[in-house]
T-cell receptor, first 116, second 111 residues
Framework: NAGVMQNPRHLVRRRGQEARLRCSPM?????VYWYRQLPEEGLKFMVYLQKENIIDESGMPKERFSAEFPKEGPSILRIQQVVRGDSAAYFCASSLTSGGSYNEQFFGPGTRLTVL | TQLLEQSPQFLSIQEGENLTVYCNSS?????LQWYRQEPGEGPVLLVT?????EVKKLKRLTFQFGDARKDSSLHITAAQPGDTGLYLCADGSSNTGKLIFGQGTTLQVKP
């Protein structure tokens, strides 16, 4: 009964490179959420996806960041031309349903991105 | 925008002591979740509360939801070193399902 899986757990990139973070939701879950955690800002929502659809991207930076959740395979959070300020822990969560009172989300272990 | 305030920010206590941490909002929650996060790991869901005045217990942890659904508390009885971590409350009121988190309370329980 695997939980939410994320890889890699740690990722080091130089400024200007691309970072790709992967998330496999819990079995049977079709709702995926990405959050970013910065030490001084806490855990912040970035984007909510269902299979092949972006539902809410209100927390995504307007440039360099994109996310997808294809019909087959994991959800991908992609950061192009990384800068030092992108260094953070990125968490993926999945849920069985969306919205409503019992929207219980289960989190993965996170990917810790360090930009040199 | 819903703002969540958690207090205290930091708490360091001795094993065996009791403690309470708080989560307050500027507006009404439709549901509120409590998570615990250990260093290097993702948040783990502890409980969801939805009804004003609701009380839920999880072993030594007692969660209360305010009558007006604008505040919540987490009480830990006889704290143990294993309770050490970051305690986060999250508002699940959004109709798109996104969670809005408080800044968290960092708890350290010393043996």
């Amino acid at each position: 009964n695997a939980g939410v899986m994320q890889n890699p757990r740690h990722l080091v990139r130089r400024r200007g490179q691309e970072a790709r973070l992967r998330c496999s939701p819990m079995k049977g879950h079709s709702h995926v959420y990405w959050y970013r955690q910065l030490p001084e800002e806490g855990l912040k929502f970035m984007v909510y996806l269902q299979k092949e659809n972006i539902i809410d991207e209100s927390g995504m930076p307007k440039e360099r960041f994109s996310a997808e959740f294809p019909k087959e395979g994991p959800s991908i959070l992609r950061i192009q031309q990384v800068v030092r300020g992108d260094s953070a822990a990125y968490f993926c969560a999945s849920s069985l349903t969306s919205g409503g009172s019992y929207n219980e989300q289960f989190f993965g272990p996170g990917t810790r991105l360090t930009v040199l | 925008t819903q703002l969540l305030e958690q207090s205290p920010q930091f708490l360091s206590i001795q094993e065996g002591e009791n403690l309470t941490v708080y989560c307050n909002s500027s507006s009404v929650f439709s549901s509120l979740q409590w998570y615990r996060q250990e260093p290097g790991e993702g948040p783990v869901l502890l409980v969801t509360v939805v009804t004003g005045g609701e009380v839920k217990k999880l072993k030594r942890l007692t969660f209360q939801f305010g009558d007006a659904r604008k505040d919540s508390s987490l009480h830990i009885t006889a704290a143990q070193p294993g309770d050490t971590g970051l305690y986060l409350c999250a508002d699940g009121s959004s109709n798109t399902g996104k969670l809005i988190f408080g800044q968290g309370t960092t708890l350290q329980v010393k043996p």
